[in-house]
């Protein structure tokens, strides 16, 4: 099937037909560049989602108390719930051995810090040491707050990068003291957050500490925790839903909030949220998919009708050969082999405009949504696998309709 | 070299059938230049597209060279075409995007015969019917002799016991109908068995032997004394 012969045939064929060939393949290559497209920039979103929770621990579960919007026990609503030391010692003592890193905090919204003669203002959270892994902050220079920081009361304090940037410039940061409200507080480490200037514009106080200087008596903010692994993701998502229920429940009872109030005792799930993140994405690549192998199915039978025009313009063609005696596989595969070529010569061009596409304009389009958009090798492969297919069926059709033409027939054809 | 018994045939016209072929009985020795004449209805086409393999009679026998021939499959038939006939057409039936040269060569690429030797056996019926200066030229620069020339070095290119040509000077002038017969006539002294079908008594004449159909059925079958068809040119 793949003689010098039949080669020949075939570029005969095409170099005396080059517009119709031009635009066969110009069908066939415009599906396949908007398949890759399309692809590339549903890897894009998978990996800029990806990102995004990459900032914080991927099982991450934080729990903060709000206002009540039910009554309850003739309690009215609008009554704010505060979690208190207690609530988080209770949660740890019942359910400490379920929990991989855990922690409560106390947050401030901002707070002027200054060194030496530069100035600026910073989120300020008061935590224990686990939370260095809840927040999957990154030491880059000296250490977190430790438990000694916690027992007695230092003003120890961990700042971000961005934080050591702009207030010590290029100076070690370490054992320094910066300035906040007149008070002094040590340096004693630095992080880095893979979430970036936003969470690396944070100072870490020790919990203990900042209760006691915005004399917030036993107030925490909320209440932190992640999840061992577990085998499966499914598994993971299914014991950290009902370990979060069981919490939450909890923590209603004590604070008499209804069970049914969906604001007095509020949970971010991150695994749960994930997950609802991860379908929509796999949905999204489904469609992406779909649309994808639409459009190089529209090419395709583009190309199926351009090959039946072909055997209807070569019908007289045809005659002669099988007057000549010329077999019907032979003229099957001329025509089969000729659409074979050009579905797969003009695919990859398409793959490789595509390719060349998302490599020079993918780095434009990076959005907190959109990262690195590029295809796999395995798709590139599959749509290859997909390009010598459909070649194939786009021809076979019209090449056995022109087999089966009778030669007296297709003799009389002017 | 053929034989033919009883040979019907008909087309079915709407819902009527038409019969043209009535019970054909004729045959051909090796050798013989014959013509079947007859006017348009008679049924000389049809007859010719059977024994061509083109077509397939609905009673009677058909014996060429001791095969029958007889529900052949595509295939077989596509087979056959290719090792007993050659053909001529009145519209030359070239392949347009090829030049002579490989237009000549096509029935050797369907005996799968090898690229170099087929066009050395191309060449040299181009060579015989005067064309060999001209193969690489397209049919559309040829002259429409040429192009017969070309069809007739095609029809003989593959060795064919029978060459089959229908009307194949309809499209030419006189003078060049009468060269392209003066080249048959050469053909046919060779040894080739050649029949012509042709409405012109005097391309009939050029033949050695005419058969005449009317309504399907052979009126006349008669040999003549032939023209040779160089005085006339």
């Known amino acids: ?414 | 070299m053929i034989e033919i018994k009883d040979l019907h045939k008909s087309y079915k016209v709407g819902k009527n059938s038409l019969h043209v072929l009535k019970g054909i009985n004729f045959s051909v020795k090796e050798g013989e230049l014959v013509s079947i004449m007859g006017s348009s209805g008679s049924g000389k086409s049809t007859l010719l597209n059977i024994l061509g393999m083109l077509d397939e009679a609905e009673k009677g026998t058909y014996h060429l060279d001791g095969v029958e021939i007889k529900n052949l499959s595509e295939k077989i038939a596509a087979n056959y075409r290719n090792k007993f006939l050659g053909f001529i057409f009145q519209s030359f039936n070239l392949i347009n995007y090829k030049n002579a040269l490989d237009n000549v060569a096509l029935p050797l690429y369907y005996q799968n015969v090898k690229r170099k030797e087929r066009t050395e056996i191309a060449m040299s019926y181009l060579e015989k019917v005067g064309l060999a200066q001209w193969a690489k030229h397209l049919p559309t620069e040829l002259s429409g002799g040429q192009k017969q020339r070309v069809a007739i070095a095609r029809a003989l290119a593959g060795q064919p016991k029978v060459i089959l040509a229908d009307e194949l000077t309809g499209a030419l002038d006189s003078t060049t109908s009468y060269e392209i017969m003066e080249l048959i006539q050469e053909i046919n002294d060779e040894g080739k068995t050649i029949l012509v079908v042709t409405h012109e008594d005097d391309i009939a004449h050029m033949t050695k032997r005419i058969v005449n159909l009317r309504d399907g059925i052979i009126i006349d079958d008669r040999k003549v004394d032939q023209v040779k068809a160089k005085a006339h040119v």
């Open chain 1, 1 to 414: 099937m793949f003689s010098i012969e039949r080669w020949s045939e075939v570029f005969e064929a095409i170099s005396k037909n080059k517009l119709r060939t031009f635009l066969t393949g110009f069908s066939v290559s415009i599906g396949i560049l908007i398949l890759v497209l399309l692809l590339g920039v549903g890897e894009g979103m998978k990996n800029g989602i990806e990102l995004q929770f990459a900032q914080d621990a991927q099982n991450r579960v934080q729990i903060w108390s709000g206002v009540t919007t039910v009554e309850y026990k003739g309690l009215n609503p609008g009554r704010r719930v505060q979690f208190k030391n207690k609530d988080y010692d209770l949660v740890t003592k019942n359910y400490g051995d379920d929990l991989e890193y855990k922690s409560s905090t106390y947050q401030r919204w901002v707070n002027v810090f200054s060194y030496k003669e530069n100035t600026s203002s910073y989120r300020i959270e008061g935590v224990l040491p686990d939370y260095q892994f809840l927040e999957n902050a990154g030491i880059i220079q000296g250490r977190f707050i430790n438990q000694q920081d916690q027992d007695r009361y230092t003003k120890n304090v961990v700042i971000g990068k961005k934080v050591r940037n702009e207030l010590f410039k290029t100076e070690n940061p370490l054992g320094k003291l910066i300035k906040s409200n007149g008070v002094n507080y040590k340096v004693v480490g630095v992080f880095q957050d893979p979430g970036g200037d936003r969470e690396e514009s944070r100072v870490f106080f020790p919990l203990s500490t900042m209760q006691k200087i915005y004399g917030a008596g036993n107030d925490i903010s909320n209440i932190s925790f992640t999840l061992p692994k577990a085998a499966t993701y499914e598994e993971a998502v299914k014991k950290s839903t009902a370990l979060v229920g069981e919490i939450e429940t909890l923590l209603k009872a004590r604070h008499s909030v209804a069970p049914e109030d969906t604001s007095g005792v509020n949970y971010f799930n991150s695994i749960a949220e994930a997950k609802k993140f991860y379908d929509l994405m796999a949905n999204m690549n489904l469609f992406f998919w779909f649309v994808g192998i639409a459009s190089l199915l529209a090419g395709i039978i583009g190309v199926s009708n351009i090959m039946l025009i072909i055997v209807k313009e070569r019908t007289k063609e045809i005659g002669i050969r099988k007057a000549l005696g010329a077999q019907p596989s032979s003229i099957i595969w001329m025509i089969l082999h000729e659409s074979i070529f050009v579905t797969a010569i003009s695919g990859f061009t398409g793959l490789i405009l595509g390719l060349l596409l998302l490599e020079a304009v993918g780095s434009a389009i990076q959005t907190e949504f959109i990262s690195n958009p590029e295809v796999n090798l395995n798709v590139a492969i599959s749509t290859v696998i997909v390009l010598v297919v459909s070649g194939a069926i786009a021809g076979f059709f019209p090449a056995r309709r022109g087999a089966k033409i009778k030669p007296i027939v297709a003799l009389r054809e002017e």
